[in-house]
Nanobody, 124 residues
Framework: QVQLVESGGGVVQAGGSLRLSCAAS????????IGWFRQAPGKEREFVAA????????DYANSVTGRFTISRDNAKNTVYLQMNSLKPEDTAVYYC?????????????????WGQGTQVTVSS
């Protein structure tokens, strides 16, 4: 079992920044791949970014490439999502998810463990 807790969401103006955190417990953290997903009202959940257990591999959705950065601190059992140049279309509930595999997946169905989500609202 893996428990995940997100934090760091909030309201920010367009062009601003936020940093989301995902704290994990329950398994050896360095063996866990973490993904960030988001879901806006009336839309399907979509992949945002993911990072492998060692932190050496990352992947991003095209819509956030160059603006968002995913990183991890295995000593703190935490993954971060630094979000810069935020746009109103980034408004969503952001979820972190975990899979007990070393390689990244962009498919939410391949992540069995999920946090409760944190709201990000970007005003224009």
């Amino acid at each position: 079992q893996v428990q995940l807790v997100e934090s760091g969401g909030g309201v920010v103006q367009a062009g601003g920044s936020l940093r989301l955190s995902c704290a994990a417990s329950g398994r050896t953290f360095s063996s866990i791949t973490i993904g960030w997903f988001r879901q806006a009202p009336g839309k399907e959940r979509e992949f945002v970014a993911a990072i492998g257990g060692s932190g050496g591999s990352t992947d991003y959705a095209n819509s956030v490439t160059g603006r968002f950065t995913i990183s991890r601190d295995n000593a703190k059992n935490t993954v971060y999502l630094q979000m810069n140049s935020l746009k109103p279309e980034d408004t969503a509930v952001y979820y972190c998810a975990a899979r007990l595999r070393s390689y990244i997946s962009t498919r939410g169905a391949e992540y069995p463990y999920w946090g409760q989500g944190t709201q990000v609202t970007v005003s224009s």
